[in-house]
């Protein structure tokens, strides 16, 4: 299973872009979602989770109250809604999915993972 995950770009510092991740041959709507990102140089970090319903919802706390994942269960797609960028967010973003009821935060705890799409925040 491929995730695809799209909406990078550039912007400038205090822009905003939306990402998208269609999630193609899996039951969507039973898995929750996560958003990971891996800036040069780093280890790949949790950014957002979010569960299979879209009751609940997590956040690492460098993206809090920036940030904000959400799904459509009906379109089989996840979304991360980046608000007020910083050069700091510079990375690639990737999508992933895994079994089980709640958020997961650690890479190992996710089975299905995207492509990857690059995100760029000029100061």
């Known amino acids: 299973v491929q995730l695809q995950a799209s909406g990078g770009g550039l912007v400038q510092a205090g822009g905003s872009l939306r990402l998208s991740c269609v999630v193609p041959g899996l039951t969507f709507r039973t898995y929750p979602m996560g958003w990971f990102r891996q800036a040069p140089g780093k280890e790949r970090e949790f950014v957002s989770g979010?569960?299979?319903?879209?009751?609940?919802?997590n956040y690492a706390d460098s993206v809090k109250g920036r940030f904000t994942i959400s799904r459509d269960n009906a379109k089989n797609t996840v979304y991360l809604q980046m608000n007020s960028l910083q050069p700091g967010d510079t990375a690639v973003y990737y999508c992933a999915a895994r079994n089980g009821v709640r958020i997961g935060v650690a890479l190992d705890e996710y089975r299905f993972w995207g492509q990857g799409t690059q995100v760029t925040v000029s100061s």
């Open positions: 979010i569960t299979s319903s879209g009751g609940s919802t």
